[in-house]
C-alpha cells in the first residue's frame, strides 16, 4: 500500500523568503501526486498535482513542486512567501492501479510572519 | 449541485449515541471517500467507494464505523456508540475517476461529550 511522509509538522518563515515543504511517499507502482491547501478556517483545496509528463508542475500562485522518482519525492517549493501563504500543506499519493484510495500526508503548518 | 455538500456542518452527540453523517457528491463523480480530521493527525483516509466495486474499508478504524453509498451517489457514514475519541472534522470527497484530484466538502464537525 502507498504511504506519505511530511517531514516537518510547522514551518515558520519570514515573509519574502522561500520555502520548502517535503513530501516523500512509498509506493511500489506508479504514482499520482498531488499537494493540497486549507487555508484557517476554510476547506482543502488542490494547490497543484502531477499525474504525468512533466516532472515540474506549478501553481497559479507561485508554487512548483517537482516529482522526482528516484528519490521518491514530490516537495514543494516557492521562492518568496507572502503572509497570505499562511495555511497548513498536505501532500497526497495515489497509485495508478484501479481501486486504491488517495492517501494523505499528516500536513505541515507554514507560518509567515512580517 | 456546484460542489460537494455534507451535513449536518456541526454535531454534538452524547457519549455512546449513534451518528448519520451525510455526503452529497458532485453529480457524475464515480469516486467518494471519507476522511477523519483531527488536530496533529492530518487526514486519516477511512472508507473509498469506486463505482460498483467493492469499497475500500481498509481504514475504518473500528467495526463502530461502518458508511454506505446508495445508488452511486449519496453516502452516508454511521459512528456506533460514539466515544469522545470520535470527535473531529469528519470530510466527504469526490473525484471523477482516479486520474484526477479529489475534491472536497466543507465537513462536519463532530462533538462527542
Known amino acids: 500500500a502507498q504511504s506519505v511522509t511530511q517531514l516537518d509538522s510547522q514551518v515558520p518563515v519570514f515573509e519574502e523568503a522561500p520555502v520548502e515543504l517535503r513530501c516523500n511517499y512509498s509506493?511500489?507502482?506508479?504514482?499520482?501526486l498531488f499537494w493540497y491547501v486549507q487555508y484557517p478556517n476554510q476547506g482543502l483545496q488542490l494547490l497543484l498535482k502531477?499525474?504525468?509528463?512533466?516532472?515540474l508542475v506549478k501553481s497559479i500562485n507561485g508554487f512548483e513542486a517537482e516529482f522526482n522518482k528516484s528519490q521518491t519525492s514530490f516537495h514543494l517549493r516557492k521562492p518568496s512567501v507572502h503572509i497570505s501563504d499562511t495555511a497548513e500543506y498536505f501532500c497526497?499519493?495515489?497509485?495508478?492501479?484501479?481501486?486504491?484510495?488517495?492517501?494523505f500526508g499528516k500536513g505541515t503548518t507554514l507560518s509567515v510572519s512580517s | 449541485g456546484a460542489g460537494v455538500s455534507q451535513s449536518p456542518s456541526n454535531k454534538v452527540t452524547e457519549k455512546g449515541k449513534d451518528v448519520e453523517l451525510r455526503c452529497d457528491p458532485i453529480?457524475?463523480?464515480?469516486?467518494l471517500y471519507w476522511y477523519r480530521q483531527s488536530l496533529g493527525q492530518g487526514l486519516e483516509f477511512l472508507i473509498y467507494?469506486?463505482?460498483?466495486?467493492?469499497?475500500?474499508k481498509s481504514g475504518l478504524p473500528s467495526d463502530r464505523f461502518s458508511a454506505e453509498r446508495t445508488g452511486g451517489s449519496v453516502s452516508t457514514l454511521t459512528i456506533q456508540r460514539t466515544q469522545q475519541e470520535d470527535s473531529a472534522v469528519y470530510l466527504c470527497?469526490?473525484?471523477?475517476?482516479?486520474?484526477?484530484?479529489?475534491?472536497f466538502g466543507q465537513g462536519t464537525r463532530l462533538t462527542v461529550v
Open positions: 509506493s511500489s507502482v506508479s504514482v499520482y
Open positions: 497526497a499519493v495515489r497509485t495508478n492501479q484501479a481501486g486504491t484510495a488517495l492517501i
Open positions: 502531477y499525474l504525468s509528463g512533466s516532472t
Open positions: 453529480s457524475g463523480h464515480t469516486a
Open positions: 470527497a469526490s473525484s471523477p475517476g482516479r486520474h484526477t484530484e479529489a475534491f
Open positions: 467507494f469506486q463505482g460498483n466495486s467493492a469499497p475500500d
